[in-house]
């Protein structure tokens, strides 16, 4: 699987910016996407999710978008804050409740 | 709500050593996963149960690795002999059913020496 956190893909944005995270996921047989944030010291937690047909859903402040032609996730968060910063992951669900987790982007916001 | 608790939250050991994880999830949850964390990577699956019945352990390194969850409740995962690249973040997940939300524990963080 892909390595992050030591030499962890980093995006860093000022505080109330607007944030993108890409991820590209494996298996064009997922119908199911999440979006997890991870804390320091922390178990991931939901964000927002999207099925695969959907190309687009939003949640307050962020928005998910799915290419399924290149299998393509984005996350996109609106007025980035402090309270942002942690490690993003997408999943996908290639079999039956199975979770499969991507690259993980580590965002950093400064004020 | 109480959300998943694990323990312990951190764990020292010597390879050859054996470990053990203690997960309770949610109550009323009937599927729990356990996942493994290595610094640096997203969570890798290594066994689900759904009730007292493993559904995937496909992952699971049988040889060193078993999990149980007898009373369809609480979970416990062990670890017989460590190895050094057994090092990571054990993470305790819980669902209510299958194909429902997933909420993780804050995990165990294991150092194998």
């Known amino acids: 699987g892909e390595s992050v956190g030591l030499h962890l893909p980093t995006l860093s944005v000022q505080e109330g910016d607007n944030s993108i995270i890409n991820c590209a996921y494996s298996?064009?047989?997922?119908?199911?996407f999440i979006w997890y944030k991870q804390e320091s010291g922390k178990g991931p937690q939901f964000i927002i999710d999207?099925?695969?047909?959907?190309d687009k859903r939003q949640g307050q402040r962020v928005t998910v978008l799915l290419n399924k032609t290149v299998k393509h996730l984005s996350l996109q968060i609106a007025a980035t804050q402090p309270g942002d910063s942690a490690v993003y992951f997408c999943?996908?669900?290639?079999?039956?409740?199975?979770?499969?987790f991507g690259t993980g982007t580590r965002l950093l916001v400064s004020p | 709500e109480a959300g998943v608790a694990q323990s312990p939250r951190y764990k020292i050991i010597e390879k050859r050593q054996s470990v053990a994880f203690w997960c309770n999830p949610i109550?009323?949850?009937?599927?729990l996963y356990w996942y493994q964390q290595i610094l640096g990577q997203g969570p890798k699956l290594l066994i689900q149960?759904?009730?007292?019945?493993?559904?995937?352990d496909s992952q699971l390194p049988k040889d060193r690795f078993s999990a149980e969850r007898l009373k369809g409740v609480d979970s416990t995962l062990k670890i017989q002999p460590a190895k050094l690249e057994d090092s990571a973040v054990y993470l305790c997940?819980?669902?209510?059913?299958?194909?429902?939300?997933?909420?993780f524990g804050p995990g165990t963080r294991l150092t194998v020496l």
């Open positions: 997940a819980s669902s209510l059913l299958v194909n429902n939300e997933q909420f």
């Open positions: 298996n064009s047989a997922s119908d199911y």
């Open positions: 999207i099925r695969s047909n959907m």
């Open positions: 999943a996908e669900t290639p079999g039956f409740q199975k979770l499969v």
């Open positions: 109550s009323g949850h009937a599927t």
């Open positions: 149960f759904q009730n007292n019945g493993v559904v995937d």
